[in-house]
């Protein structure tokens, strides 16, 4: 069920505006459901923008770890929880579930961050247990996102990963990301740093609908450069790739982020989990209500009948004649413009070396 603000259409100043979702449905573990409708009280006076909010999480832990066999890392960090650039398709929504709040609204609204998280990172990294891998960051909600110009969370997490010479990969959708070239420059000159754009269309209009606090698709494109520039390996991540909307982009895109500097690329199809189908279902029906149909029956060609399907190895790319032409198309697309496949992988783990604290002993060797 899904509390719809009603008779937006009649009013000077949309509440949802600058937002990507359009509802804020119960999250799926709550006891009761609500559902709106018109008791003939409501009075169409104009409703304020909503506000973002940011929470403090404290969290016990900041690394977490999977061993899922189609993901190229085991470790990752998220320096928030929920994400202002509000992307309405973003498979991370549900998770706000978990926390009792709903994937639409909520989720890009009330915003939790962990402050302490550079602090928690340097205790697990001095653990005697620990084991030097990659860390992924940027797997689920954005580290860049408009708040971390004041929180500066991710710069502190980076400056604890500098000092430990430990191999960080990064994903984004935000320019924000260049702020950090010089510590991101340092730790990629010893094979320690990569970092990925994630562009879904160069249509200005359209990634502001779909994408509404993201950076513009072209700013995503100058980080390509800066980073490129500053000598961090730089990639783009065509995600996702919505069937019908923004798959004939494919090329064009790829053609963009190679001439502004990606050595590498990878794509992935669009995934509906729990509430997000109906999410996106209600975004099509205002923003794309021709195509809502024609891009919903593609998405069910790719997935076997279904919008989603979590299978590991078919959750990213689908299956079937359209994921096989879709491939064939960013293969062929990547050798004409020079692009190799995927991320960075960073496997260089011989630098790790946690630095001594004030007060440590020195070693004599």
């Not at 949309?14 to 409501?42: I, K, V, Y």
Request: hydrophobic share 40%; net charge positive.
């Amino acid at each position: 069920m899904f509390v719809i603000f009603p008779n937006l259409a009649g009013m000077t100043h949309d509440p949802t505006s600058h937002r990507g979702a359009l509802a804020n449905p119960c999250g799926r573990f709550e006891p009761h459901q609500r559902e709106a409708f018109d008791d003939g009280w409501w009075r169409e006076d104009d409703l304020p923008p909503l506000a973002t909010t940011l929470e403090q999480d404290q969290a016990r832990r900041i690394i977490s770890t999977n061993d899922s066999p189609d993901i190229p890392f085991e470790q990752s960090i998220n320096p928030y929880r929920g994400c202002e650039h509000g992307c309405v398709y973003c498979y991370a929504r549900p998770s706000h579930a978990y926390l009792g709040l709903s994937p639409g609204l909520d989720f890009e609204t009330r915003l939790f961050a962990k402050p302490n998280a550079a602090a928690l990172l340097e205790a697990e990294l001095r653990h005697k247990g620990y084991r030097c891998r990659t860390i992924a960051i940027g797997t689920n909600t954005d580290p860049y996102q408009p708040v971390e110009r004041r929180q500066r969370i991710m710069r502190s997490i980076l400056e604890i990963l500098r000092d430990f010479r430990h191999p960080v990969t990064i994903t984004t959708k935000s320019a924000l990301v260049v702020r950090d070239i010089d510590i991101l420059a340092a730790m990629a000159a010893d094979g320690l740093a990569s970092v990925a754009l994630s562009v879904t269309t160069l249509d200005r209009d359209l990634a502001r609908l779909l994408e509404p606090r993201a950076a513009m698709p072209t700013r995503r494109l100058a980080a390509i450069r800066a980073l490129a520039n500053a000598g961090i390996p730089t990639a783009v991540s065509v995600a996702p790739v919505i069937p019908g909307l923004t798959d004939h982009e494919l090329e064009r895109l790829l053609e963009a982020a190679a001439a502004h500097g990606a050595k590498s690329a990878s794509w992935t199809l669009l995934r509906l989990p729990h509430e997000t189908r109906e999410l996106f279902n209600l975004w099509l029906e205002k923003h794309r209500p021709e195509r809502r149909i024609h891009v919903l029956n593609l998405l069910r060609q790719y997935r076997q009948g279904r919008l989603n399907d979590a299978t590991f190895g078919r959750r990213f790319t689908g299956e079937g004649t359209l994921s096989t032409l879709l491939e064939k198309r960013f293969q062929m697309a990547m050798r004409r413009y020079g692009l190799i496949g995927g991320q960075a992988r960073l496997t260089r783990t011989d630098l790790f070396a946690p630095p001594p604290r004030p007060g440590d002993q020195m070693t004599l060797f």
